[in-house]
T-cell receptor, first 111, second 111 residues
Framework: NAGVTQTPKFRILKIGQSMTLQCTQDMNHNYMYWYRQDPGMGLKLIYYSVGAGITDKGEVPNGYNVSRSTTEDFPLRLELAAPSQTSVYFC??????????FGSGTRLTVV | QKEVEQNSGPLSVPEGAIASLNCTYSDRGSQSFFWYRQYSGKSPELIMFIYSNGDKEDGRFTAQLNKASQYVSLLIRDSQPSDSATYLCAVETNRDDKIIFGKGTRLHILP
């Protein structure tokens, strides 16, 4: 049982490049989230989804896009990478009121 | 006022002593409260959740909630070097059911 799987684990992008961060879960949870974590700044919500076909913006959505075509997958798209998007990105799922299960994270550097 | 506040630390505690981590929140209607542990370079993992006023114990961990004072704490008894990590307080707001994270407290257990 893999839980929440994120790929890639590390990536270096040049300014203006695009990429997709993948997130897949096998727990059949409806709720999925994307967070970014900057040093000393805590976790900031980028986008979230309450089920297939439904997504909504979080606290810091600018520069990102998401889609949710299936329950399992919730990819995060960066269209024009900027240095401000250098961060660690976490995908998470939630079942009921029992908190989140996080993926292992993607460490992204934009140069 | 920040929604979820924690002292960033570091909090240094001798091995075997009790570590006390504190968190305050601003949304008086919040119902669910979580403590996550995050080792350096790793993803957060849920260690405790609490919904009702009072204490909840799980092994060496005790979560304490006081809704009147908008205060939640985590006690770690018999602290071990393996408890050295950043502890994130998270609160599910009544406003939109999203979970808001504090910036975390770094805990260092001194051998």
């Amino acid at each position: 049982n893999a839980g929440v799987t994120q790929t890639p684990k590390f990536r270096i992008l040049k300014i203006g490049q695009s990429m997709t961060l993948q997130c897949t879960q096998d727990m059949n949870h409806n709720y999925m989230y994307w967070y970014r974590q900057d040093p000393g700044m805590g976790l900031k919500l980028i986008y979230y989804s309450v089920g297939a076909g439904i997504t909504d913006k979080g606290e810091v959505p600018n520069g990102y896009n998401v889609s949710r075509s299936t329950t399992e997958d919730f990819p995060l798209r960066l269209e024009l990478a900027a240095p401000s998007q250098t961060s660690v990105y976490f995908c998470a799922t939630q079942a009921g009121n029992y908190g989140y299960t996080f993926g292992s994270g993607t460490r992204l550097t934009v140069v | 006022q920040k929604e979820v506040e924690q002292n960033s630390g570091p909090l240094s505690v001798p091995e075997g002593a009790i570590a006390s981590l504190n968190c305050t929140y601003s949304d008086r209607g919040s119902q669910s409260f979580f403590w996550y542990r995050q080792y350096s370079g790793k993803s957060p993992e849920l260690i405790m959740f609490i919904y009702s006023n009072g204490d909840k114990e799980d092994g060496r961990f005790t979560a304490q909630l006081n809704k009147a004072s908008q205060y939640v704490s985590l006690l770690i008894r018999d602290s071990q070097p393996s408890d050295s990590a950043t502890y994130l307080c998270a609160v599910e707001t009544n406003r939109d059911d999203k979970i808001i994270f504090g910036k975390g407290t770094r805990l260092h257990i001194l051998p």
